[in-house]
C-alpha cells in the first residue's frame, strides 16, 4: 500500500485514494477469500444490529428483548471492535492485505474473548475483582486483554496512542525515577492493582470514554454513514456547487460550504477531504489556485467538519461526560464558533480570488447576495420551523391521544411528496461535476432531488432540541428513520416513475446492508481509542498526576494563564501528529482542562470548563493540518499532486482563525454563549447580536491576516484590523484597563451580600489559604451564582461552605462532604496553623458599557475603508 508519506506529490488513482480513506479510518485489509470477506462484514453487520439493539427506547417489542447494564454492554462494544481490528488492519506495512494471518485470527479471538469475559463474568467480578480481590485467573486474562488492546489501538491509530498509554501504565507501577519529576513521584503501584483497575474494575479501559463510545457515538457514526451510503454526501457537494460554484473562486467555496455539510453527518477529516476533494481540488485548479492552495482549502475546510455540531466527531459525547452538561448544551455552545469559522475560510478563499483575480465558472454572481439569501434561509427556516412546533404542541393538547398517529402520518406524507419531486427529476450522478467542468449544475436542478435526506436531520434536531430527549434516543429515532428511507427511498421513486420496483427494493437492501457495515468498521479506530485512552484517564485519577499536573504546568507557565494556554496548544498539536482527534481531546482534557479553570481562578478570571475542554478540543483538531505529520495535508496532496508539507503550511495558514478561537472564547466566554439564556427572547436577541458582530471580527481577522481588504493591505493597515477584530471580540480588555470591574467590599460581608442578589445574579470572593499538597499560600477567585433554588437566607452555608468569622476577619472551614464548595476549595489544608479564609469579595462595579470601544474600532476601520477604496481596482465582493 502506498502511504501518504510516500505519496512524492504525485496525484493519486480513485482505488488509491479509497485505499488511503480504509487505511485510516476502516480498515485497508480486503481478503480475496470470498467466504472471510464476508465473515468480517457479517460481523460488522452484527454489532451495527447490537448497537441498534440496546440504544432502541422502550419500543412495543422492549418487553420481548433482554435489557444490559453498561457493564454489559461496554464489554461487547470493545469485543467487537477489537475482533474487528486485527482481522481489518495489518500488523505492519509489509503484512498481506488479501488474506489474514494465522496470527491474525489468533490475535483476534484471543483480544475479543478477554473483552467477552468480563461481559459473561460481569457477575463474578462483582464479587472478586470490583470488591478488591481479583483472582489469578482474572489478572492473567486482563493482562493479556491490555497487551492486545494496545496492539489493536497501534494497528487501527499508528503507535502514538500505544506509546502515551504505556508510557502511563509505566509511571502508575514504577512511581518514581530519573524520568519523574518529583511534584509527581508516588510510591508505585503493584501490577495486580493496575490490572484490577484497568481491565478488571468499571474504570480504566470500561471507563467513561468507552461508554461514550457505546452509548452515543456509535449511533451518530452509523446515522452519518447511512445517510452517505443513501446519497446525502454526494447531494450537499451538488448543492454546494450549484449555490456558490458561479462565484469568483466559486469551487473553494463550495468546497467549504460542502464540507461543512458532510461534516453533518462525518467526523472524520480524512473521509471528508477525499470524498469531497475529488471533486473540488479539479474545479479550484482550473479556475487558477494552485496544487498546494487548491489541497490546503480542502484541508482547512475538511478538518472544520470536526467543529460542526452535531456529530463533532466523538467529542461532543465525550464533553457530556467530561462537563456534566447536557448535550443540547454542547451543541449551543459550539455552534456559534463552528458557524462563524466556516464563514471565515469561505470569505478567505474569496480573497484569494480577488488576489489572483479569478474567474467565475459561469456566469459571475455577488458573494455579498450569496450572503443575504442565507440569511434568508435561516430565517425562513427558523419560522416554520417554530410554526410546526407551535402546531404539534397545540395538536398535543388538545388531542393528546392521536397526536402522535396524525404527526406520524404528515411525516410520511412529506416524505411521498418529497419523494414524488425527486422522481420527476434526473438522480444527480456521482461524477456530474467532473464530466463537464465547465457546466454547473443549478439549484432548481439540484434542490429538489435529495430533499427527503433533511427529514432524519429534521427527526434528529426534533428530538434533541424540542423533545428534550437524550442524544441516544434522539439519534435512534434519526437511525430508524434513516434506515426506512434508505430501504424505501429507490422502490418509491421506481413505482412513481413506472419502472421494476423489485430490482429497486433489492438495491435499498443493498445500500442498508453497506451502510450498516460501513458504520460498523468506521468505529473500530473509535471503540479501540475510547478504550485506550480509558488507560490514561483512570492512570490520572488513580496516581498524583492528576492532582499534581496543575503546579507543574503552574510553574512552567510562571502563573501566566495565556502562556499556559500556548504550553497546551503545542501540546495538543505534537500529540495530536499521532493521536486521533478523539483520543488527543481525552488525553489533554483528562490533563489539562481542570488545570486551565484552576490558574483563570487564580488570575481572577472566572474560565468555564466547557469553554476549556473546547479550547483542548480545536487545538486536538489543528493536528490534521499541522505539517509535518498532518494526515488530512498528505490526503489531499494525493488528490491534487501538490507538495504535502507545503500544502500543509498553508492549510495551517488559512486555519489561523481556528487557533485565535479558542484563546477568545476562554476570554470571552459569551462567545460561546456562556450565561446567554435562549429561552428568553432577550437570550435569543442577545445571541443574534453576539453572531453579529463575531461574524463581522472574524472576517476582519482574515482579511488582516491574507494581507487584502478592499485592496492589498499595507502592513500597518493589516495590525489595525487585527487591533478592530481583538476589539469587537474583547471589548472587556479595553473597559478593564481604564475601569475596575469590581468593587472591594469587607470579607465579613460575604453572607450578606450573597443573601441579598437576585436569581440570576453572580458574586466573586477571593480565598487565601495553605496548599493542600505543598502548603505554601496560595489564592483562588471563586464565583458564585444565585438560582431559583437558593433559599432566601443562609445561602452559602446551604451551598456547603462553613463561615468562621473572627473580628474583621472570615475564616473559613472545610466544606462540608459532597457539595459544591469542597471540590473547589480541594486545593486547600484546612488543618494547618495558617487558617484558610476569605480576603475580598468583588462585586460588580457600575461602569461604561463595554460596548462603547466599539466606537474607537469603528472609526479606525472607517479609516482604513476610506484608505482602500483609493486603491481599490475591483469589487469587494
Not at 423533545?467 to 434508505?486: N, R
Request: aromatic share 10%; glycine share 8%; charged share 15%.
Amino acid at each position: 500500500m502506498t502511504t501518504p508519506a510516500q505519496s512524492n506529490s504525485r496525484q493519486f488513482s480513485d482505488e488509491e485514494l479509497q485505499e488511503l480513506v480504509a487505511s485510516t479510518d476502516s480498515g485497508a485489509r480486503t481478503p480475496q477469500n470470498r467466504a472471510i470477506a464476508i465473515l468480517i462484514a457479517a460481523i460488522a453487520f452484527t454489532w451495527s444490529l447490537f448497537q441498534l439493539w440496546i440504544a432502541q427506547p422502550q419500543l412495543w417489542f422492549a418487553e420481548h428483548l433482554p435489557v444490559l447494564n453498561a457493564a454489559q454492554t461496554r464489554p461487547v462494544h470493545l469485543g467487537f471492535a477489537m475482533l474487528l481490528a486485527f482481522l481489518a488492519y495489518p500488523a505492519l506495512k509489509s503484512s498481506p492485505r488479501n488474506r489474514i494471518p494465522i496470527t491474525d485470527w489468533l490475535l483476534a479471538i484471543v483480544g475479543s474473548g478477554t473483552a467477552f469475559y468480563v461481559f459473561f463474568f460481569y457477575r463474578e467480578l462483582v464479587e472478586t475483582a470490583r470488591a478488591g480481590l481479583p483472582q489469578p485467573d482474572q489478572i492473567i486474562i486482563g493482562a493479556i486483554g491490555i497487551v492486545l488492546l494496545l496492539e489493536a489501538s497501534r494497528r487501527a491509530l499508528g503507535p502514538a496512542l500505544t506509546v502515551v498509554a504505556g508510557i502511563f501504565l509505566l509511571y502508575a507501577y514504577m512511581g518514581t525515577g530519573w524520568l519523574i519529576p518529583d511534584i509527581i513521584a508516588h510510591s508505585g503501584i503493584s501490577f495486580n492493582a493496575i490490572v484490577n483497575a484497568q481491565w478488571l474494575d468499571t474504570g480504566g479501559v470500561f471507563g467513561i470514554p468507552l461508554g461514550v463510545s457505546t452509548t452515543f457515538v456509535f449511533l451518530f457514526v452509523l446515522f452519518g454513514s447511512l445517510l452517505d451510503k443513501a446519497g446525502a454526501g454526494n447531494y450537499f457537494i451538488q448543492l454546494a456547487f450549484a449555490g456558490l460554484g458561479s462565484l469568483r473562486g466559486g469551487p473553494a467555496k463550495a468546497a467549504v460550504v460542502g464540507s461543512g455539510m458532510t461534516g453533518l453527518i462525518s467526523g472524520s477529516s480524512i473521509a471528508n477531504v477525499v470524498t469531497t476533494g475529488t471533486f473540488t481540488i479539479p474545479l479550484m485548479r482550473k479556475v487558477g489556485f494552485s496544487a498546494e492552495k487548491a489541497g490546503a482549502v480542502e484541508v482547512a475546510s475538511s478538518v472544520n467538519g470536526q467543529i460542526m455540531p452535531p456529530v463533532m466527531g466523538a467529542a461532543a459525547f465525550l464533553m457530556v461526560e467530561f462537563v456534566g452538561i447536557s448535550y443540547v448544551e454542547v451543541i449551543k455552545h459550539a455552534f456559534i464558533p463552528a458557524i462563524i469559522s466556516y464563514i471565515a475560510l469561505v470569505y478567505i478563499v474569496h480573497l484569494e480570488a480577488l488576489k489572483q483575480d479569478m474567474p467565475a465558472l459561469g456566469p459571475a454572481k455577488n458573494l455579498a447576495s450569496m450572503f443575504l439569501k442565507t440569511l434568508v434561509g435561516f430565517v425562513v427556516t427558523g419560522v416554520v420551523f417554530s410554526g410546526v412546533i407551535y402546531g404539534v404542541r397545540g395538536l398535543q393538547s388538545v388531542a393528546p391521544s392521536v397526536a402522535d398517529p396524525i404527526v406520524l402520518l404528515m411525516v410520511a406524507a412529506i416524505y411521498l411528496a418529497t419523494l414524488k419531486v425527486a422522481a420527476s427529476r434526473d438522480d444527480l450522478s456521482a461524477d456530474q461535476t467532473l464530466t463537464d467542468e465547465t457546466k454547473l449544475p443549478t439549484m432548481g436542478q439540484v434542490f429538489p432531488t435529495g430533499l427527503h435526506f433533511l427529514l432524519p436531520i429534521v427527526v434528529l434536531v426534533w428530538f434533541l432540541m424540542v423533545e428534550m430527549q437524550s442524544p441516544a434516543k434522539s439519534a435512534f429515532y434519526a437511525v430508524a428513520t434513516m434506515l426506512f428511507i434508505i430501504i424505501t427511498q429507490k422502490p418509491i421513486k421506481a413505482w412513481f416513475r413506472k419502472q421494476q420496483i423489485g430490482q429497486a427494493f433489492k438495491y435499498g437492501f443493498d445500500d442498508l446492508v453497506q451502510g450498516m457495515i460501513a458504520g460498523a468498521r468506521n468505529m473500530i479506530g473509535i471503540g479501540v481509542a475510547t478504550a485506550a485512552a480509558g488507560i490514561i484517564v483512570a492512570t490520572v485519577t488513580r496516581t498524583p498526576i492528576g492532582t499534581e499536573l496543575a503546579d507543574l504546568v503552574d510553574t512552567l507557565a510562571a502563573g501566566h494563564l495565556m502562556l499556559m494556554l500556548l504550553l497546551i496548544g503545542v501540546f495538543s498539536l505534537i500529540l495530536g501528529m499521532g493521536l486521533p482527534t478523539t483520543a488527543n481531546y481525552i488525553v489533554v482534557s483528562s490533563l489539562m482542562a481542570s488545570v486551565v479553570v484552576t490558574l483563570g481562578a487564580q488570575e481572577g478570571l472566572i474560565v468555564p470548563l466547557i469553554a476549556a475542554h473546547l479550547f483542548v478540543f480545536y487545538f486536538g483538531i489543528m493536528a490534521d493540518v499541522t505539517p509535518p505529520v498532518g494526515l488530512a495535508s498528505f490526503a489531499a496532496a494525493a488528490v491534487s499532486g501538490g507538495d504535502p508539507i507545503r500544502t500543509g503550511f498553508t492549510a495551517f495558514f488559512y486555519s489561523l482563525r481556528t487557533v485565535a478561537l479558542p484563546f477568545l472564547f476562554i476570554y470571552e466566554p459569551t462567545l460561546i454563549l456562556y450565561g446567554v439564556d435562549l429561552g428568553t427572547w432577550a437570550g435569543i436577541g442577545q445571541a443574534v447580536w453576539i453572531f453579529c458582530i463575531a461574524t463581522i471580527a472574524m472576517l476582519l481577522f482574515a482579511a488582516a491576516t491574507q494581507g487584502y481588504f478592499l485592496a492589498p493591505s499595507r502592513l500597518w493597515e493589516s495590525a489595525a484590523l487585527l487591533l478592530v477584530a481583538f476589539t469587537l471580540f474583547v471589548p472587556r480588555f479595553w473597559l478593564d484597563q481604564v475601569q475596575d470591574p469590581f468593587e472591594q467590599k469587607p470579607a465579613t460581608e460575604l453572607a450578606q451580600l450573597v443573601d441579598a442578589m437576585a436569581p440570576g445574579e453572580r458574586l466573586r470572593f477571593v480565598v487565601r489559604g495553605p496548599s493542600f499538597t505543598t502548603g505554601e499560600p496560595t489564592e483562588l477567585t471563586i464565583s458564585h451564582v444565585v438560582t431559583e433554588n437558593d433559599p432566601a437566607a443562609n445561602r452559602l452555608q446551604e451551598a456547603g461552605l462553613m463561615l468562621l468569622p473572627d473580628g474583621d476577619r472570615l475564616l473559613l472551614d472545610e466544606p462540608m462532604f459532597n457539595t459544591v464548595y469542597q471540590e473547589k476549595l480541594a486545593g486547600f489544608d484546612f488543618y494547618l496553623d495558617d487558617k484558610v479564609e476569605v480576603v475580598s469579595v468583588l462585586s460588580p462595579a457600575k461602569r461604561l458599557p463595554k460596548q462603547v470601544f466599539y466606537i474607537p474600532a469603528i472609526a479606525l476601520l472607517l479609516l482604513i475603508i476610506v484608505l482602500q477604496r483609493r486603491r481599490q481596482t475591483k469589487p469587494a465582493f
